[in-house]
């Protein structure tokens, strides 16, 4: 990749990858850089909303979304492979966190169609969400649920042969854009988590209304919707009745390294640009990177963001070993320490780049807005932590300690 800087460095992960994965790194990259890279921020929310259309087309059609669904449902051939779908977002946030966003959410939103979807649902939705034909969104947050899930209080009533849906989310990706929503509703509140359903609601189901955006520092769309009476079918459902708390717990976990992997790529990229500085940017007679205190910095972040990848892609190779196994301690580790090392690097790289880093249009300034919602969205790092604790307390040995 002579003539510009790389991002990404898949070499540090090499023990996890296979031949396949450093090609694929190679080849997504240069298709970031390229395609991605010089389009210029959306400068307002409506903007933003028509960027990502465009981007899940072009994503569709250079071929990179059928990393987001399994192999067997339509995807690239040799998934399922959670380690590409890693690669792809490292590259993709590196580039452009809008792009990473988009990639990501036609994961999220179809991932539990391919787990627990009929055929006809599968066969309706996933060659789509893979052409990027119809966007997905993950309708589980509400006003009164976030972190807490089992408190939600959208309701799918028994009406007839099917159900009434009725209740509002808030904070949903996609919200307004998407063409169909995974949504966790009730089916019995009196049962919390194991009275959760999960139904699949095509955008334009009477009674289904975008209520409006709510507006990030950096372009994302976001939204709130309300269900008012939707009429649902049995076969809307997503799986069985009282499983869709499972059913998004097993998609979050599978999903999680990939939020990492996203961090990892905003902070590599975050970086480049501060050594790009450092060897550049002269003050005191010499460059940047000659200070002791500047390079201090460059190797606190080197490290940080070596440790991130090792956790993520040791998260995402035992999924890939494993496709019906979890991986929810693994996970959970790789999303803290990714999203919360990722924040501390690109802090640190705009530091360094000083004013200029500050100012609107620099990637880092960019990076800087963009990087701050990892820490909160699929599980807050404070969730994450005490996931790690319960898996930590509930095995019998540390799952770490070697045999004998
Ligand atoms: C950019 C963005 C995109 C998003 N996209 C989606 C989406 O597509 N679909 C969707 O469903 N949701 C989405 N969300 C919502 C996101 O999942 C929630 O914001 C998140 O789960 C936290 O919920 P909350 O905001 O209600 O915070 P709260 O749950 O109110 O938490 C507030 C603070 O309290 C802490 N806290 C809560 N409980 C505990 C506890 N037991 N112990 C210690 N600390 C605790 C939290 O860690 C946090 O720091 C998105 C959010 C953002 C910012």
């Not at 372009?219 to 997503?238: K, N």
């Not at 717990?249 to 990492?260: E, H, N, Y």
């Not at 940017?281 to 190797?299: H, T």
Request: aromatic share 4%; with cysteine.
């Amino acid at each position: 990749m002579a003539g510009r800087m790389s991002w990404l460095d898949p070499g540090t992960v090499r023990a996890f990858l296979d031949e396949r994965h450093l090609a694929l790194a190679e080849e997504v990259e240069a298709w970031a850089a390229r395609e991605i890279a010089p389009r210029p921020e959306p400068s307002s929310d409506a903007a933003a909303r028509v960027e990502a259309r465009r981007l899940v087309a072009d994503l569709g059609a250079a071929g990179w979304l059928a990393h987001a669904v399994p192999a067997e449902h339509g995807g690239a051939p040799a998934g399922p492979d959670l380690r590409a779908c890693c690669l792809l977002r490292e590259a993709l946030a590196a580039a452009s966190p809008l792009a990473d966003a988009v990639f990501a959410l036609q994961a999220l939103g179809s991932l539990p169609i391919s787990l627990a979807g009929s055929a006809a649902q599968r066969e309706r939705w996933l060659p789509a969400v893979v052409a990027g034909r119809a966007m997905t969104a993950f309708a589980m947050t509400e006003p009164e649920a976030g972190s807490d899930v089992s408190a939600l209080a959208t309701v799918a009533r028994r009406e007839g042969a099917g159900y009434r849906l009725d209740g509002q989310k808030t904070l949903i990706s996609n919200a307004g854009i998407a063409d169909v929503y995974t949504v966790f509703a009730a089916t019995d509140r009196e049962a919390g988590h194991r009275g959760i359903s999960c139904f699949l609601v095509p955008a334009d189901t009477p009674g289904l209304e975008f209520l409006g955006p709510q507006v990030l520092s950096s372009p994302h769309p976001l939204g709130e919707i309300a269900f008012a009476g939707c009429a649902l079918a049995e076969a809307d459902r997503l799986g069985a009745e009282g499983e869709g708390f499972k059913l998004g717990m097993r998609t979050l976990d599978r999903l999680r390294p990939t939020v990492a992997a996203a961090a990892c790529g905003m902070a590599a990229r975050a970086l480049a640009e501060a050594l790009d500085h450092a060897r550049t940017r002269r003050q005191f007679g010499r460059p940047l990177g000659d200070l002791q205190l500047v390079q201090q910095k460059l190797a606190a972040m080197a490290v940080d963001l070596a440790a991130a990848r090792l956790l993520v892609y040791r998260a995402a190779a035992k999924a890939d070993a494993d496709p019906a196994g979890r991986i929810t301690l693994e996970a959970a580790m790789a999303k803290a320490f990714a999203t919360e090392a990722a924040q501390r690097i690109v802090d640190s790289a705009l530091q360094i780049c000083g004013g200029r880093g500050a100012l609107a249009e620099h990637p880092v300034e960019r990076l800087y807005r963009s990087v701050r919602a990892l820490r909160i969205y699929e599980g807050t790092t404070e969730i994450q932590h005490l996931v790690i604790a319960k898996q930590l307390l509930a095995a019998p040995d540390p799952p770490s300690r070697p045999p004998g």
